[in-house]
């Protein structure tokens, strides 16, 4: 079982590529589009279709610049030719998954020696909390970047071990992929973890003759730049924008959605490997054994994932690294991941998806140590599943009742809350037990390979149940039913608008394009859309000239003040708002509550009829 290493047999990585992508896109078209953030990227996608401009994102008719275009042109490019669909809305971040876990195995390889260990590491990484949600579940960006990471920082490891030509070409493709995905944040990251590893052993010269290789930038480039220099040209000013208020704006001053303390990250990294998180922890035992009162404590600190015992204990291999000199693996892994997560822990800036990028390393420890419990027979690798599978059936049962509701964004009445989430009952009672049989025929397995191919089959199936549950849970979340709503009622009102809270995922269901209100010019309630870039962009085309009555179609934005003299005018407003402001605007309720731009409690208003605004 036990191999070098250094030339990933093609077969192996097919297959790991073509499983990881079967466990994480298989019924990823069965559940709508979340508006935070999938519902934007697809309609940004749509937009691209439908415009025909496919170098200048746009969303609701506002320049949308907030990222680089790769994965909207993912989106499109099957979209124009098949049509609109959930799964193509989602293939971006599946194919970066299924990459993700790819690049994970192949590193595992590298670092441990065996092919076993590599094989449980990319299973864990594909079935963990990590890439389910940054695969099938949360923002659209941040999957991709996190591969584009891990395969940049894979073939930047190859090139100091070995040097050669196609690690740096890998490289370059790598970088200039991220700089399509998200921007300059790939070669920062890359760059600091292998800035990094020189404090493990790694000579300075190898990583420098690798990092700045003149082949890998120049493919970097040639990919990237072509779209920089045309969007450039599009919307003078945008790139400085883009390094300045989207990168270091945002890392060191945050915004109005994200201010978490230091310590945010420690829980989602446990959260990320869930439900194996048990495997992050090793040597627990030989660390407190006769030990006393401090030595537990001791032990909780010295064997988690944030301290260099752990890595070590889990990878021991001494790895080449020129000549004479050898480094240990767990300090490699280590530091990757150290480095990422006080990278992204110092940010004013924090999201759960964020710290994908130092997840991988996690996965190889993780690997690493379930196969060294399974020739020991040891429990640890279950009982976190355990308790997950029954935590399911008893959360499935309090919805199946109507006596939880999860994810609540508005203050609705019991009854009209209830209904809409117990659907979601059964598919999760079916994962609990799912799960729970799979670890009593784990129990009864007896070969190694066996025990932990039935768990791990158990715990996709489980996935792809509690998905199903989502699905079956009257479209929350999403604007698909708003979308139907008000094309049935848009014929009553001479202007649609949306206060405060923007449906994202409209443009992709076919929605009417909403004017945006709420806020002043310098101060935005809806900042997702109206971002100073977007803002600027809409003013220098006369936006703030234009007549809402007589451009509804064109869609735009309208301050607080300019809402309420068209809400108590003469002109027929069909408004979506808020439960909370449904009593203080008035006006007669057409429908709701429906799902939109990260709420439940969404409904549509009309202050009168249109025939009592003159209109016909």
């Known amino acids: 079982m036990a191999s070098t290493g250094r030339t990933p047999p093609r077969r192996a990585a097919l297959l790991v590529f073509l499983l990881a992508f079967l466990s994480l896109s298989l019924f990823a078209w069965q559940r709508d589009l979340y508006d935070a953030d999938e519902g934007r990227y697809a309609s940004v996608a749509v937009n691209m279709v439908t415009s025909g401009d496919w170098v200048v994102p746009h969303l609701d008719g506002m320049p949308f610049m907030d990222k680089p275009p790769l994965v909207y042109w ?45 094989w449980w590491a990319a299973l864990l990484a594909a079935t963990s909390a990590a890439g389910i949600i940054g695969s099938r579940v949360g923002p659209q960006m941040d999957m991709p970047l996190a591969a584009a990471i891990a395969t940049a920082l894979y073939a930047g490891w190859i090139g100091v071990r070995d040097g050669g030509r196609w690690p740096r070409v890998l490289l370059g493709i790598a970088v200039g992929c991220g700089l399509l995905i998200k921007g300059p944040l790939v070669g920062a990251v890359a760059f600091l973890v292998a800035m990094a590893w020189t404090a493990a052993g790694v000579p300075f010269r190898r990583v420098a003759r690798t990092a700045f290789s003149p082949l890998a930038w120049g493919i970097a480039f040639a990919i990237a730049a072509p779209w920089y220099v045309l969007v450039e040209r599009a919307q003078p000013g945008w790139i400085w924008h883009f390094i300045s208020y989207e990168h270091l704006g945002r890392f060191s001053t945050g915004d109005h959605r994200a201010f978490h303390p230091f310590w945010f990250y420690v829980p989602i990294v446990l959260m990320y490997l869930a439900p194996w998180t048990p495997l992050a922890w090793g040597g627990f035992a030989r660390v407190t054994k006769g030990g006393r009162l401090g030595r537990p404590l001791l032990g909780l600190a010295a064997c988690s994932p944030w301290a260099p015992y752990s890595w070590d204990a889990a990878l021991p291999r001494q790895l080449e690294v020129g000549g004479k000199r050898r480094v240990r693996a767990g300090r490699i892994a280590w530091l990757w991941f150290l480095t990422a997560f006080v990278l992204y822990s110092i940010s004013t800036r924090k999201l759960l998806n964020y710290l994908l990028p130092a997840a991988a390393p996690l996965f190889v420890l993780a690997g690493a140590r379930l196969d060294g419990l399974l020739h020991r027979r040891a429990w640890q690798p279950r009982w976190l599943p355990l308790v997950v599978g029954i935590g399911m059936v008893v959360v499935g049962v309090l919805l199946l009742a109507g006596l939880v509701f999860p994810f609540s964004t508005g203050r609705l009445p019991t009854d009209m809350q209830a209904s809409r989430w117990a659907p979601g009952g059964l598919p999760l009672i079916l994962a609990g037990v799912l799960v729970v049989g799979g670890l009593l025929a784990w129990a009864r397995a007896t070969r190694d390979v066996v025990r932990a191919g039935i768990l791990i089959a158990c715990v996709a199936c489980g996935w792809w149940l509690v998905d199903w549950s989502l699905a079956r849970i009257d479209r929350i979340g999403s604007s698909h039913a708003l979308a139907d709503e008000l094309h049935r009622h848009a014929e009553k009102a001479d202007l649609l608008v949306v206060l405060k809270r923007y449906p994202q995922g409209l443009e992709f269901y076919g929605g009417p394009r909403l004017w945006i ?38 869609g735009g934005v309208l301050t607080s003040a300019q809402f309420e003299r068209l809400w ?45 605004s003159g209109g016909n």
């Open 74 to 118: 993912v989106q499109a490019a099957p979209t124009q030719v098949l049509g609109r669909s959930e799964f193509f809305a989602r293939l971006p971040t599946l194919l970066a998954g299924a990459i993700w876990a790819l690049m994970i195995f192949l590193l595992a390889r590298a670092w441990t020696g065996h092919e076993r260990k590599a």
């Open 517 to 554: 209100a709420g806020g002043t010019p310098e101060d935005w309630e809806q900042r997702e859309i109206v971002n100073p870039y977007a803002r600027r962009a809409w003013e220098a085309a006369g936006g703030e000239k234009l007549d809402p009555v007589a451009r509804a179609a064109d």
């Open 568 to 612: 108590s005018g003469t002109t027929a407003v069909l408004v979506v708002c808020r439960w909370g402001e449904v009593a203080q605007l008035g006006g007669t309720m057409l429908a709701g509550p429906l799902g939109g731009g990260g709420r439940t409690d969404l409904f549509l208003l009309l202050n009168h009829p249109k025939s009592a």
